[in-house]
Protein backbone atom coordinates (compact mmCIF):
# COMPACT_ATOMS: atom_id res chain seq x y z
CA UNK A 1 0.00 0.00 0.00
CA UNK A 2 3.04 2.07 0.53
CA UNK A 3 3.22 1.95 -3.13
CA UNK A 4 -0.51 3.51 -3.74
CA UNK A 5 0.87 7.04 -2.86
CA UNK A 6 3.48 7.21 -5.29
CA UNK A 7 1.12 5.97 -7.81
CA UNK A 8 -1.14 8.99 -7.65
CA UNK A 9 1.68 11.35 -8.83
CA UNK A 10 1.70 9.47 -12.14
CA UNK A 11 1.04 11.35 -15.05
CA UNK A 12 -1.97 10.07 -16.10
CA UNK A 13 -3.28 9.15 -12.87
CA UNK A 14 -2.92 12.78 -12.11
CA UNK A 15 -4.70 13.35 -15.28
CA UNK A 16 -7.47 11.97 -14.61
CA UNK A 17 -9.80 12.68 -11.85
CA UNK A 18 -11.54 9.81 -11.49
CA UNK A 19 -8.35 7.24 -11.22
CA UNK A 20 -6.98 10.17 -9.15
CA UNK A 21 -10.00 9.92 -6.67
CA UNK A 22 -10.05 6.23 -6.81
CA UNK A 23 -6.33 6.26 -6.02
CA UNK A 24 -5.83 8.63 -2.95
CA UNK A 25 -9.80 6.75 -1.59
CA UNK A 26 -7.56 3.43 -1.40
CA UNK A 27 -4.30 5.43 -0.19
CA UNK A 28 -6.15 6.97 2.84
CA UNK A 29 -8.21 3.98 3.60
CA UNK A 30 -5.02 2.06 4.15
CA UNK A 31 -4.14 4.73 6.61
CA UNK A 32 -7.38 4.72 8.33
CA UNK A 33 -7.29 1.26 8.67
CA UNK A 34 -3.88 0.72 9.73
CA UNK A 35 -2.04 3.94 11.22
CA UNK A 36 -3.84 3.75 14.75
CA UNK A 37 -1.60 1.35 16.06
CA UNK A 38 2.08 0.08 15.76
CA UNK A 39 2.35 -2.48 12.35
CA UNK A 40 2.85 -5.76 14.59
CA UNK A 41 -0.28 -4.76 16.96
CA UNK A 42 -2.30 -3.92 13.75
CA UNK A 43 -1.59 -7.19 12.51
CA UNK A 44 -2.27 -8.81 15.56
CA UNK A 45 -5.99 -7.00 15.90
CA UNK A 46 -6.45 -7.62 11.24
CA UNK A 47 -5.84 -11.73 12.39
CA UNK A 48 -7.83 -11.78 15.62
CA UNK A 49 -11.19 -11.65 14.81
CA UNK A 50 -11.28 -13.65 11.51
CA UNK A 51 -8.68 -16.45 13.54
CA UNK A 52 -11.25 -16.75 16.01
CA UNK A 53 -14.21 -17.29 13.84
CA UNK A 54 -12.38 -19.85 12.47
CA UNK A 55 -11.62 -21.67 15.48
CA UNK A 56 -15.29 -21.34 16.58
CA UNK A 57 -16.14 -23.01 13.73
CA UNK A 58 -13.42 -25.75 13.89
CA UNK A 59 -14.14 -26.57 17.35
CA UNK A 60 -18.13 -26.81 16.97
CA UNK A 61 -17.47 -28.92 13.77
CA UNK A 62 -15.34 -30.68 16.34
CA UNK A 63 -17.86 -31.32 19.14
CA UNK A 64 -19.97 -32.77 16.57
CA UNK A 65 -17.81 -34.88 14.82
CA UNK A 66 -14.90 -35.92 17.06
CA UNK A 67 -12.21 -33.99 15.33
CA UNK A 68 -13.25 -35.87 11.63
CA UNK A 69 -11.03 -32.77 10.22
CA UNK A 70 -10.45 -34.42 6.84
CA UNK A 71 -14.75 -35.21 5.68
CA UNK A 72 -14.91 -32.44 2.99
CA UNK A 73 -17.88 -30.59 5.51
CA UNK A 74 -14.31 -29.56 7.21
CA UNK A 75 -12.53 -28.04 4.24
CA UNK A 76 -16.12 -26.77 2.78
CA UNK A 77 -16.58 -24.53 6.00
CA UNK A 78 -13.11 -23.77 6.46
CA UNK A 79 -12.13 -21.88 3.51
CA UNK A 80 -16.41 -20.85 2.63
CA UNK A 81 -15.99 -18.94 6.28
CA UNK A 82 -12.44 -17.48 5.17
CA UNK A 83 -13.37 -15.94 1.98
CA UNK A 84 -16.23 -14.45 3.48
CA UNK A 85 -13.75 -12.54 5.51
CA UNK A 86 -13.05 -10.77 2.37
CA UNK A 87 -16.26 -10.25 1.55
CA UNK A 88 -17.92 -8.89 4.78
CA UNK A 89 -14.12 -6.69 4.68
CA UNK A 90 -15.43 -5.17 1.50
CA UNK A 91 -19.05 -4.66 1.22
CA UNK A 92 -19.55 -3.54 5.00
CA UNK A 93 -15.92 -1.66 4.84
CA UNK A 94 -17.83 0.72 2.07
CA UNK A 95 -20.68 1.71 4.20
CA UNK A 96 -18.60 2.30 6.65
CA UNK A 97 -16.33 4.74 5.01
CA UNK A 98 -19.27 6.68 4.27
CA UNK A 99 -20.13 6.51 8.46
CA UNK A 100 -16.57 7.60 9.16
CA UNK A 101 -16.40 10.65 6.41
CA UNK A 102 -19.94 11.96 7.86
CA UNK A 103 -20.00 11.24 11.48
CA UNK A 104 -16.53 10.66 12.84
CA UNK A 105 -14.56 12.63 10.59
CA UNK A 106 -17.29 15.36 9.30
CA UNK A 107 -15.62 15.65 6.36
CA UNK A 108 -17.88 15.27 4.14
CA UNK A 109 -18.81 18.81 2.99
CA UNK A 110 -15.12 19.20 1.74
CA UNK A 111 -14.98 15.61 0.04
CA UNK A 112 -18.14 16.98 -1.91
CA UNK A 113 -16.64 20.32 -2.83
CA UNK A 114 -13.65 19.04 -3.28
CA UNK A 115 -12.72 18.49 -7.77
CA UNK A 116 -13.19 14.89 -7.34
CA UNK A 117 -15.53 12.10 -8.02
CA UNK A 118 -16.94 10.76 -4.31
CA UNK A 119 -17.99 7.26 -6.37
CA UNK A 120 -14.29 6.71 -7.65
CA UNK A 121 -12.87 7.74 -3.75
CA UNK A 122 -15.48 5.15 -2.81
CA UNK A 123 -14.41 2.42 -4.65
CA UNK A 124 -10.95 3.24 -3.58
CA UNK A 125 -11.77 2.97 0.02
CA UNK A 126 -13.21 -0.42 -0.56
CA UNK A 127 -10.00 -1.38 -2.30
CA UNK A 128 -7.69 -0.96 0.96
CA UNK A 129 -10.37 -2.87 2.95
CA UNK A 130 -9.70 -5.79 0.06
CA UNK A 131 -6.02 -5.41 1.17
CA UNK A 132 -6.88 -6.00 4.54
CA UNK A 133 -9.35 -8.64 3.95
CA UNK A 134 -6.68 -10.85 1.51
CA UNK A 135 -4.28 -10.77 4.29
CA UNK A 136 -6.72 -11.90 7.20
CA UNK A 137 -7.89 -14.46 4.26
CA UNK A 138 -4.04 -15.97 3.08
CA UNK A 139 -3.58 -16.25 7.00
CA UNK A 140 -6.40 -17.89 8.32
CA UNK A 141 -5.85 -20.23 5.50
CA UNK A 142 -2.17 -20.62 6.22
CA UNK A 143 -3.60 -21.45 10.01
CA UNK A 144 -5.81 -24.00 8.29
CA UNK A 145 -3.35 -26.01 6.15
CA UNK A 146 -0.87 -25.87 8.67
CA UNK A 147 -2.95 -27.48 11.81
CA UNK A 148 -5.79 -28.98 10.22
CA UNK A 149 -4.12 -30.37 6.97
CA UNK A 150 -6.67 -28.65 4.44
CA UNK A 151 -5.90 -30.67 1.16
CA UNK A 152 -4.36 -27.40 -0.27
CA UNK A 153 -1.36 -27.10 -2.03
CA UNK A 154 0.33 -24.47 -4.28
CA UNK A 155 1.11 -26.78 -6.91
CA UNK A 156 -2.55 -27.97 -7.41
CA UNK A 157 -4.38 -24.73 -6.54
CA UNK A 158 -5.87 -23.26 -10.52
CA UNK A 159 -4.37 -20.42 -10.13
CA UNK A 160 -6.09 -19.49 -13.03
CA UNK A 161 -9.53 -20.62 -11.86
CA UNK A 162 -9.08 -18.05 -8.28
CA UNK A 163 -7.32 -15.22 -10.06
CA UNK A 164 -10.50 -14.47 -12.88
CA UNK A 165 -13.14 -15.90 -10.28
CA UNK A 166 -11.20 -13.23 -7.78
CA UNK A 167 -11.09 -9.99 -9.65
CA UNK A 168 -15.20 -10.42 -11.00
CA UNK A 169 -15.87 -11.51 -7.77
CA UNK A 170 -14.23 -8.40 -6.06
CA UNK A 171 -15.74 -6.09 -8.79
CA UNK A 172 -19.38 -7.12 -7.96
CA UNK A 173 -18.60 -7.16 -3.89
CA UNK A 174 -17.49 -3.32 -4.57
CA UNK A 175 -20.81 -2.83 -6.75
CA UNK A 176 -22.61 -4.31 -3.49
CA UNK A 177 -20.42 -1.88 -1.18
CA UNK A 178 -20.78 0.94 -2.92
CA UNK A 179 -25.00 0.16 -3.47
CA UNK A 180 -24.80 0.03 0.23
CA UNK A 181 -22.96 2.97 0.94
CA UNK A 182 -24.94 5.16 -1.17
CA UNK A 183 -28.18 4.14 0.31
CA UNK A 184 -26.12 4.76 3.55
CA UNK A 185 -25.62 8.35 2.34
CA UNK A 186 -29.61 8.83 2.93
CA UNK A 187 -30.22 7.44 6.28
CA UNK A 188 -30.83 9.62 9.23
CA UNK A 189 -30.28 6.86 11.96
CA UNK A 190 -28.97 2.97 12.06
CA UNK A 191 -26.26 3.86 9.58
CA UNK A 192 -24.39 1.41 10.62
CA UNK A 193 -27.18 -1.86 10.52
CA UNK A 194 -27.59 -1.63 6.47
CA UNK A 195 -23.85 -2.79 5.86
CA UNK A 196 -23.61 -4.87 9.30
CA UNK A 197 -27.11 -6.57 9.24
CA UNK A 198 -26.60 -7.06 4.91
CA UNK A 199 -23.54 -8.88 5.57
CA UNK A 200 -25.12 -10.92 8.30
CA UNK A 201 -28.31 -11.57 6.30
CA UNK A 202 -26.09 -12.81 3.08
CA UNK A 203 -24.01 -14.83 5.25
CA UNK A 204 -26.67 -17.21 5.41
CA UNK A 205 -27.48 -17.35 1.40
CA UNK A 206 -23.33 -17.31 -0.04
CA UNK A 207 -23.42 -21.15 0.99
CA UNK A 208 -20.20 -19.83 2.97
CA UNK A 209 -20.63 -22.03 6.58
CA UNK A 210 -22.90 -24.52 5.47
CA UNK A 211 -24.05 -25.81 2.28
CA UNK A 212 -27.22 -24.59 0.53
CA UNK A 213 -29.39 -27.49 1.30
CA UNK A 214 -29.22 -27.26 5.03
CA UNK A 215 -31.55 -23.79 4.45
CA UNK A 216 -35.30 -24.23 4.31
CA UNK A 217 -36.08 -24.95 0.73
CA UNK A 218 -38.19 -22.01 0.27
CA UNK A 219 -34.75 -20.23 1.15
CA UNK A 220 -32.48 -21.81 -1.11
CA UNK A 221 -33.12 -20.02 -4.12
CA UNK A 222 -31.78 -16.71 -2.69
CA UNK A 223 -28.42 -18.32 -2.52
CA UNK A 224 -28.37 -18.38 -6.49
CA UNK A 225 -29.15 -14.65 -6.66
CA UNK A 226 -26.11 -13.69 -4.82
CA UNK A 227 -22.85 -13.35 -6.80
CA UNK A 228 -21.01 -13.63 -3.54
CA UNK A 229 -22.13 -17.44 -3.35
CA UNK A 230 -20.63 -18.09 -6.93
CA UNK A 231 -17.32 -15.93 -6.24
CA UNK A 232 -17.02 -18.92 -2.90
CA UNK A 233 -18.17 -21.92 -4.79
CA UNK A 234 -15.31 -20.99 -7.65
CA UNK A 235 -12.75 -19.97 -4.94
CA UNK A 236 -13.61 -23.17 -3.13
CA UNK A 237 -12.90 -24.88 -6.72
CA UNK A 238 -9.90 -23.45 -7.70
CA UNK A 239 -8.51 -24.00 -4.02
CA UNK A 240 -9.07 -27.74 -3.38
CA UNK A 241 -9.00 -29.21 -6.95
CA UNK A 242 -10.47 -32.76 -7.25
CA UNK A 243 -11.14 -32.35 -3.06
CA UNK A 244 -13.58 -29.80 -4.03
CA UNK A 245 -16.86 -31.12 -2.24
CA UNK A 246 -20.19 -31.17 -4.13
CA UNK A 247 -23.21 -30.40 -1.79
CA UNK A 248 -25.66 -28.31 -3.58
CA UNK A 249 -27.54 -27.84 -6.72
CA UNK A 250 -24.87 -25.64 -7.40
CA UNK A 251 -22.00 -28.77 -7.52
CA UNK A 252 -23.15 -29.78 -10.94
CA UNK A 253 -22.66 -26.32 -12.61
CA UNK A 254 -19.76 -26.44 -14.63
CA UNK A 255 -17.10 -23.97 -13.20
CA UNK A 256 -17.14 -22.04 -16.64
CA UNK A 257 -21.00 -21.26 -16.56
CA UNK A 258 -20.24 -20.32 -12.92
CA UNK A 259 -17.73 -18.31 -14.27
CA UNK A 260 -19.81 -16.24 -17.12
CA UNK A 261 -22.93 -16.23 -14.23
CA UNK A 262 -20.85 -14.22 -12.10
CA UNK A 263 -19.36 -12.07 -14.72
CA UNK A 264 -23.03 -11.12 -15.52
CA UNK A 265 -24.14 -10.26 -11.94
CA UNK A 266 -20.50 -8.49 -11.74
CA UNK A 267 -21.32 -6.05 -14.48
CA UNK A 268 -24.89 -5.65 -13.27
CA UNK A 269 -23.81 -4.71 -9.79
CA UNK A 270 -21.26 -2.49 -11.42
CA UNK A 271 -23.53 -0.29 -13.36
CA UNK A 272 -26.28 -0.40 -10.84
CA UNK A 273 -23.86 0.46 -8.34
CA UNK A 274 -22.99 3.93 -10.32
CA UNK A 275 -26.64 4.97 -10.65
CA UNK A 276 -27.95 3.53 -7.13
CA UNK A 277 -25.28 6.07 -5.76
CA UNK A 278 -26.11 8.98 -8.20
CA UNK A 279 -29.88 9.13 -7.60
CA UNK A 280 -28.71 8.69 -3.71
CA UNK A 281 -26.33 11.48 -3.96
CA UNK A 282 -29.48 13.52 -5.36
CA UNK A 283 -32.00 12.44 -2.56
CA UNK A 284 -29.32 12.77 0.38
CA UNK A 285 -28.68 16.44 -0.93
CA UNK A 286 -32.54 17.05 -1.15
CA UNK A 287 -33.15 15.59 2.39
CA UNK A 288 -30.01 17.28 3.98
CA UNK A 289 -28.36 14.12 4.77
CA UNK A 290 -25.23 14.76 3.24
CA UNK A 291 -23.24 16.06 6.22
CA UNK A 292 -25.73 15.52 8.51
CA UNK A 293 -24.12 14.48 12.04
CA UNK A 294 -26.46 12.57 14.33
CA UNK A 295 -24.11 10.81 16.81
CA UNK A 296 -25.98 7.97 15.78
CA UNK B 1 -34.20 39.91 45.52
CA UNK B 2 -37.86 39.60 47.03
CA UNK B 3 -38.41 36.95 43.91
CA UNK B 4 -35.85 35.47 44.86
CA UNK B 5 -35.93 34.92 48.57
CA UNK B 6 -40.41 33.57 48.07
CA UNK B 7 -39.04 31.03 45.58
CA UNK B 8 -39.57 27.53 47.03
CA UNK B 9 -36.10 26.62 48.07
CA UNK B 10 -34.38 23.69 45.47
CA UNK B 11 -33.64 20.21 47.40
CA UNK B 12 -30.27 19.49 47.01
CA UNK B 13 -29.55 16.08 46.70
CA UNK B 14 -26.16 15.02 48.04
CA UNK B 15 -24.42 11.68 49.53
CA UNK B 16 -26.28 8.39 49.08
CA UNK B 17 -29.45 10.43 47.36
CA UNK B 18 -27.48 12.38 45.04
CA UNK B 19 -25.53 9.05 44.10
CA UNK B 20 -28.92 7.03 43.99
CA UNK B 21 -30.42 10.06 42.05
CA UNK B 22 -27.09 10.53 39.30
CA UNK B 23 -27.43 6.90 38.56
CA UNK B 24 -31.32 6.92 37.42
CA UNK B 25 -30.62 9.79 35.34
CA UNK B 26 -28.10 8.44 33.40
CA UNK B 27 -30.31 4.98 33.03
CA UNK B 28 -33.29 7.15 31.96
CA UNK B 29 -32.21 7.88 28.44
CA UNK B 30 -31.21 4.22 28.20
CA UNK B 31 -34.82 3.17 29.52
CA UNK B 32 -36.56 5.67 27.71
CA UNK B 33 -34.43 5.29 24.42
CA UNK B 34 -35.38 1.56 23.60
CA UNK B 35 -38.77 2.64 23.61
CA UNK B 36 -38.52 5.99 22.09
CA UNK B 37 -35.93 4.30 18.95
CA UNK B 38 -37.35 1.15 18.02
CA UNK B 39 -35.56 0.91 15.08
CA UNK B 40 -32.51 0.20 17.57
CA UNK B 41 -34.12 -3.02 19.16
CA UNK B 42 -34.75 -4.50 15.92
CA UNK B 43 -31.53 -3.84 14.32
CA UNK B 44 -29.85 -4.78 17.73
CA UNK B 45 -31.83 -8.01 18.04
CA UNK B 46 -32.16 -9.04 14.27
CA UNK B 47 -27.89 -9.01 13.73
CA UNK B 48 -26.89 -11.31 16.52
CA UNK B 49 -30.05 -13.57 15.88
CA UNK B 50 -28.73 -14.03 12.06
CA UNK B 51 -25.47 -15.03 13.52
CA UNK B 52 -26.94 -17.18 15.53
CA UNK B 53 -29.07 -18.83 12.51
CA UNK B 54 -25.86 -19.20 10.82
CA UNK B 55 -24.40 -21.33 13.51
CA UNK B 56 -27.69 -23.22 13.91
CA UNK B 57 -27.39 -24.27 10.24
CA UNK B 58 -23.66 -25.46 11.19
CA UNK B 59 -24.87 -27.58 13.44
CA UNK B 60 -27.65 -29.08 11.16
CA UNK B 61 -25.14 -29.23 8.40
CA UNK B 62 -22.92 -31.55 10.50
CA UNK B 63 -25.70 -33.74 12.67
CA UNK B 64 -25.83 -32.09 15.82
CA UNK B 65 -28.44 -33.53 18.51
CA UNK B 66 -30.96 -30.81 18.85
CA UNK B 67 -29.76 -29.70 22.42
CA UNK B 68 -26.68 -28.39 20.56
CA UNK B 69 -29.10 -26.00 18.52
CA UNK B 70 -30.36 -24.97 21.45
CA UNK B 71 -26.28 -24.18 22.58
CA UNK B 72 -26.25 -21.83 19.55
CA UNK B 73 -29.34 -20.04 20.74
CA UNK B 74 -28.12 -19.43 24.13
CA UNK B 75 -25.37 -17.77 22.47
CA UNK B 76 -27.12 -15.59 20.67
CA UNK B 77 -28.68 -14.63 23.67
CA UNK B 78 -25.46 -14.30 25.26
CA UNK B 79 -24.02 -12.47 22.30
CA UNK B 80 -26.87 -9.45 22.64
CA UNK B 81 -25.03 -8.94 26.17
CA UNK B 82 -21.51 -9.16 25.40
CA UNK B 83 -21.78 -6.66 22.08
CA UNK B 84 -23.99 -4.52 24.84
CA UNK B 85 -20.91 -4.52 26.84
CA UNK B 86 -18.48 -3.51 24.38
CA UNK B 87 -20.49 -0.87 22.55
CA UNK B 88 -22.51 0.57 25.22
CA UNK B 89 -20.57 0.37 28.50
CA UNK B 90 -16.72 -0.09 27.52
CA UNK B 91 -16.59 2.24 24.61
CA UNK B 92 -19.46 4.57 26.03
CA UNK B 93 -17.46 7.75 28.15
CA UNK B 94 -14.58 7.38 25.29
CA UNK B 95 -17.86 8.28 23.26
CA UNK B 96 -19.22 10.59 25.48
CA UNK B 97 -15.68 12.30 25.45
CA UNK B 98 -15.46 12.38 21.58
CA UNK B 99 -18.96 13.76 22.29
CA UNK B 100 -18.70 16.40 24.83
CA UNK B 101 -20.36 14.85 27.62
CA UNK B 102 -17.49 13.40 29.88
CA UNK B 103 -16.36 16.90 30.58
CA UNK B 104 -19.75 17.93 31.96
CA UNK B 105 -20.23 14.45 34.12
CA UNK B 106 -17.02 15.76 35.38
CA UNK B 107 -17.97 18.91 36.44
CA UNK B 108 -20.97 17.84 37.78
CA UNK B 109 -21.23 17.00 41.45
CA UNK B 110 -22.59 13.53 40.59
CA UNK B 111 -19.75 10.57 41.34
CA UNK B 112 -18.43 8.74 38.43
CA UNK B 113 -19.54 5.58 39.96
CA UNK B 114 -23.22 6.33 39.94
CA UNK B 115 -22.68 7.32 36.60
CA UNK B 116 -20.88 4.16 35.26
CA UNK B 117 -23.74 2.24 37.24
CA UNK B 118 -26.69 4.06 35.43
CA UNK B 119 -25.02 3.03 32.28
CA UNK B 120 -25.30 -0.62 33.19
CA UNK B 121 -28.55 -0.44 34.90
CA UNK B 122 -29.81 1.01 31.25
CA UNK B 123 -27.31 -1.15 29.44
CA UNK B 124 -28.76 -4.31 31.03
CA UNK B 125 -32.57 -3.61 30.36
CA UNK B 126 -31.79 -2.83 26.90
CA UNK B 127 -29.74 -5.78 26.13
CA UNK B 128 -32.37 -7.96 27.80
CA UNK B 129 -35.25 -6.92 25.80
CA UNK B 130 -32.93 -8.06 22.89
CA UNK B 131 -31.58 -11.37 24.53
CA UNK B 132 -34.70 -12.58 25.20
CA UNK B 133 -36.53 -11.72 21.97
CA UNK B 134 -33.63 -13.68 20.71
CA UNK B 135 -34.41 -16.14 22.75
CA UNK B 136 -38.06 -16.78 22.14
CA UNK B 137 -37.53 -15.89 18.09
CA UNK B 138 -35.20 -18.48 17.67
CA UNK B 139 -36.41 -21.13 20.30
CA UNK B 140 -39.51 -20.82 17.98
CA UNK B 141 -38.19 -21.06 14.68
CA UNK B 142 -36.08 -23.88 15.42
CA UNK B 143 -37.86 -25.68 17.97
CA UNK B 144 -36.13 -25.75 21.30
CA UNK B 145 -37.20 -26.83 23.92
CA UNK B 146 -35.74 -26.30 27.55
CA UNK B 147 -36.39 -28.27 30.82
CA UNK B 148 -35.27 -26.16 33.91
CA UNK B 149 -33.95 -28.35 36.87
CA UNK B 150 -33.20 -26.06 38.99
CA UNK B 151 -34.95 -22.28 38.86
CA UNK B 152 -33.44 -20.85 42.01
CA UNK B 153 -29.93 -21.93 41.44
CA UNK B 154 -30.37 -20.71 37.86
CA UNK B 155 -31.83 -17.35 38.34
CA UNK B 156 -29.28 -16.85 40.75
CA UNK B 157 -26.11 -17.64 38.03
CA UNK B 158 -28.27 -15.37 35.63
CA UNK B 159 -28.11 -12.58 38.61
CA UNK B 160 -24.40 -12.85 38.90
CA UNK B 161 -23.14 -13.31 35.79
CA UNK B 162 -25.14 -10.33 34.75
CA UNK B 163 -23.74 -8.66 37.66
CA UNK B 164 -20.21 -9.91 37.21
CA UNK B 165 -20.75 -8.80 33.19
CA UNK B 166 -21.55 -4.90 34.12
CA UNK B 167 -18.93 -4.63 36.47
CA UNK B 168 -16.26 -5.68 34.00
CA UNK B 169 -18.10 -3.23 31.37
CA UNK B 170 -17.44 -0.57 34.39
CA UNK B 171 -13.84 -1.44 34.58
CA UNK B 172 -13.39 -1.48 30.46
CA UNK B 173 -15.23 2.01 30.76
CA UNK B 174 -12.37 3.33 33.09
CA UNK B 175 -9.93 1.76 30.76
CA UNK B 176 -11.17 2.86 27.49
CA UNK B 177 -11.03 6.46 28.80
CA UNK B 178 -7.19 6.00 28.54
CA UNK B 179 -7.58 4.56 24.77
CA UNK B 180 -7.84 7.10 22.13
CA UNK B 181 -8.56 6.06 18.58
CA UNK B 182 -7.66 2.39 19.65
CA UNK B 183 -11.09 1.93 21.52
CA UNK B 184 -12.79 1.48 18.36
CA UNK B 185 -10.73 -1.39 17.53
CA UNK B 186 -10.09 -3.07 21.00
CA UNK B 187 -13.69 -3.32 20.64
CA UNK B 188 -13.68 -4.85 17.51
CA UNK B 189 -11.26 -7.11 18.41
CA UNK B 190 -13.06 -8.25 21.66
CA UNK B 191 -15.99 -9.96 19.48
CA UNK B 192 -15.34 -13.26 18.01
CA UNK B 193 -12.30 -13.89 20.45
CA UNK B 194 -14.67 -13.81 23.07
CA UNK B 195 -16.86 -15.68 21.82
CA UNK B 196 -14.35 -18.08 21.00
CA UNK B 197 -13.21 -18.38 24.77
CA UNK B 198 -16.35 -18.22 26.10
CA UNK B 199 -17.91 -21.08 24.78
CA UNK B 200 -20.58 -18.92 23.71
CA UNK B 201 -22.09 -21.87 20.96
CA UNK B 202 -19.89 -24.49 21.77
CA UNK B 203 -19.32 -26.10 25.31
CA UNK B 204 -16.38 -24.73 27.08
CA UNK B 205 -15.69 -27.91 28.07
CA UNK B 206 -14.17 -28.85 24.91
CA UNK B 207 -11.69 -26.08 24.78
CA UNK B 208 -9.59 -27.96 27.12
CA UNK B 209 -9.37 -27.93 30.95
CA UNK B 210 -6.45 -25.10 30.79
CA UNK B 211 -8.26 -22.73 28.08
CA UNK B 212 -11.61 -23.06 29.95
CA UNK B 213 -10.44 -21.96 33.52
CA UNK B 214 -8.24 -19.26 32.01
CA UNK B 215 -11.40 -18.59 29.97
CA UNK B 216 -13.54 -18.84 33.51
CA UNK B 217 -12.42 -15.01 34.09
CA UNK B 218 -14.90 -13.64 32.08
CA UNK B 219 -18.09 -13.99 33.88
CA UNK B 220 -20.55 -15.31 30.71
CA UNK B 221 -17.90 -18.07 30.44
CA UNK B 222 -19.53 -19.60 33.80
CA UNK B 223 -22.70 -18.12 33.60
CA UNK B 224 -23.68 -20.02 30.39
CA UNK B 225 -21.99 -23.45 31.15
CA UNK B 226 -24.05 -23.50 34.33
CA UNK B 227 -26.95 -22.46 32.78
CA UNK B 228 -26.76 -24.76 29.90
CA UNK B 229 -26.35 -28.05 32.85
CA UNK B 230 -29.12 -26.42 33.95
CA UNK B 231 -31.44 -26.34 31.23
CA UNK B 232 -30.49 -29.08 28.94
CA UNK B 233 -30.51 -31.75 31.32
CA UNK B 234 -29.75 -34.77 28.82
CA UNK B 235 -27.03 -33.66 28.17
CA UNK B 236 -24.95 -35.06 31.07
CA UNK B 237 -21.71 -34.78 29.86
CA UNK B 238 -21.34 -30.91 28.91
CA UNK B 239 -20.60 -28.94 32.20
CA UNK B 240 -16.66 -27.76 32.84
CA UNK B 241 -17.66 -26.89 36.51
CA UNK B 242 -20.67 -28.21 38.83
CA UNK B 243 -23.48 -25.13 38.17
CA UNK B 244 -23.30 -24.32 42.40
CA UNK B 245 -19.09 -23.91 42.29
CA UNK B 246 -19.80 -21.88 39.28
CA UNK B 247 -22.03 -19.71 41.27
CA UNK B 248 -19.41 -18.86 43.82
CA UNK B 249 -16.97 -18.07 41.61
CA UNK B 250 -19.30 -15.59 39.85
CA UNK B 251 -19.99 -14.07 43.50
CA UNK B 252 -16.31 -13.52 43.54
CA UNK B 253 -15.58 -12.23 39.81
CA UNK B 254 -19.03 -9.46 40.57
CA UNK B 255 -17.01 -8.38 43.89
CA UNK B 256 -13.63 -8.41 42.19
CA UNK B 257 -14.70 -6.40 38.75
CA UNK B 258 -16.89 -3.79 41.13
CA UNK B 259 -14.11 -3.26 42.77
CA UNK B 260 -11.67 -2.90 39.87
CA UNK B 261 -14.27 -0.73 37.93
CA UNK B 262 -14.09 1.48 41.26
CA UNK B 263 -10.45 1.51 41.57
CA UNK B 264 -9.35 1.95 38.03
CA UNK B 265 -11.89 4.95 37.41
CA UNK B 266 -10.37 7.05 39.99
CA UNK B 267 -6.84 5.96 39.15
CA UNK B 268 -8.02 6.72 35.29
CA UNK B 269 -9.82 10.01 36.49
CA UNK B 270 -6.65 11.26 38.21
CA UNK B 271 -4.39 10.47 35.61
CA UNK B 272 -6.79 11.89 33.32
CA UNK B 273 -6.89 15.08 34.61
CA UNK B 274 -3.19 15.29 35.24
CA UNK B 275 -2.42 14.52 31.48
CA UNK B 276 -5.34 16.38 30.55
CA UNK B 277 -6.89 13.61 28.23
CA UNK B 278 -10.31 13.72 29.77
CA UNK B 279 -11.39 16.24 27.44
CA UNK B 280 -9.07 15.97 24.38
CA UNK B 281 -10.37 14.59 21.08
CA UNK B 282 -8.45 12.49 18.61
CA UNK B 283 -9.55 11.70 15.64
Known amino acids: MALVKPLGDLPFVRANPALRAFVIGAWLGWQIESNWARPLLFAIYAVARPLASALLLVIMYSVITNGATQEPLFAFIFIGNALYIVVSSVVSGISWAVIDDREHYRVMKQLHTAPMSYYSYLIGRGVARVGIGLTSFVI ?3 VGVVFFQLPIALNTINWGLLILASIVGIIAMQGIGVILGAITMQLASNLWFLGEGTIAALYLFAGAIFPLDVLPEALQP ?4 YPVTYWIELSRRA ?6 PTFHAMGAIPSETLLLILTGMALFMAIASYIVYRLSLHRAKEMGRLDMETSF | MSAMRSAERVHKAVGASLFWRAMWARAYPRLIGTQREMGWLLSETILPLLGTCGFVFVYKATGAPQEFIGFAVMGGVATAFWLNILWSMASQLYWDKDGGNLELYIISPAPLMSILLGMAIGGFVMAAVRGFSILIIASLLFQVGYQ ?17 LYGLGMMMASVYLAAGREAWHLSNALQEPIYLTSGMY ?3 KALGAAVA ?7 LTLGLDGIRQLIFTTQT ?5 APEIELLLLIGLTVIFLSAARYSL ?10 GRLIERRK
Do not use: C
Open chain 1, 140 to 142: TML
Open chain 1, 222 to 225: FGMF
Open chain 1, 239 to 244: LLGANA
Open chain 2, 148 to 164: VSNLPLMLLIFFFTMAG
Open chain 2, 202 to 204: FPV
Open chain 2, 213 to 219: TIASALP
Open chain 2, 237 to 241: DIGFL
Open chain 2, 266 to 275: RKLEEIGRRE
